[in-house]
T-cell receptor, first 112, second 116 residues
């Protein structure tokens, strides 16, 4: 079973920041937080991952709370193409050779 | 970045026939690949872990004799759905870890299987 909890759905206005929360209260010390998204009828796309420090790349920022029990994915300027299902997954290992167990994710709808 | 390619992207077959799906890592070697299945409006479900040069590891409830996995090289894993039935119609997706330390899993674009 997935070890994370995410809201089922969220809306965001185009051009605004999208903040997607994730609870992972049972996360272990060696587990990373990964974010993937899946656009309809495509394979999941890697977004970002982190252990305890906040991370930023060209796609998004990841904010992890100090106790590591929750995190937030931030898409700074959402576009219509960001409409997708976003999955927050915890798994051991930074190289992520372990299997990923997907929950139901958050369906983000970006509206014009 | 690491690219995972699946072929075919979609396939229609008749009930009782077998279908083979290929998963290739195009610019890196993958000792481990993963196969997922996704039904409409549901999340991805892990089916099995494919290990190069050894037998695949199947998740609970997945029939190993029905879903044959072969990982004969470091860049290719195949999933064969044997004696397919309409209930096997689904979206099949593979993934592999990219080269190098701290490299995440990358996914193929999936194969849509329809069994008539």
């Amino acid at each position: 079973d997935a070890k994370t909890t995410q809201p089922t759905s969220m809306d965001c206005a185009e051009g605004r920041a999208a903040n997607l929360p994730c609870n992972h209260s049972t996360i272990s010390g060696n587990e990373y937080v990964y974010w993937y998204r899946q656009i309809h009828s495509q394979g999941p796309q890697y977004i970002i991952h982190g252990l305890k420090n906040n991370e930023t790349n060209e796609m998004a920022s990841l904010i992890i709370t100090e106790d590591r029990k929750s995190s937030t994915l931030i898409l700074p300027h959402a576009t219509l193409r960001d409409t997708a299902v976003y999955y927050c997954i915890t798994t051991a290992g930074s190289s992520n050779t372990g299997k990923l167990i997907f929950g139901q994710g958050t369906t983000l709808q970006v509206k014009p | 970045g690491a690219v995972v390619s699946q072929h075919p992207s979609w396939v229609i077959c008749k009930s009782g026939t077998s279908v083979k799906i290929e998963c290739r890592s195009l610019d890196f070697q993958a000792t481990t690949m993963f196969w997922y299945r996704q039904f409409p409006k549901q999340s991805l479900m892990l089916m099995a872990t494919s290990n190069e040069g050894s037998k695949a590891t199947y998740e609970q409830g997945v029939e190993k004799d029905k879903f044959l996995i072969n990982h004969a090289s470091l860049t290719l894993s195949t999933l064969t759905v044997t004696s397919a039935h309409p209930e096997d119609s689904s979206f099949y997706i593979c993934s592999a870890s990219g080269a190098g330390y701290n490299s995440p899993l990358h996914f193929g674009n999936g194969t849509r299987l329809t069994v008539t």
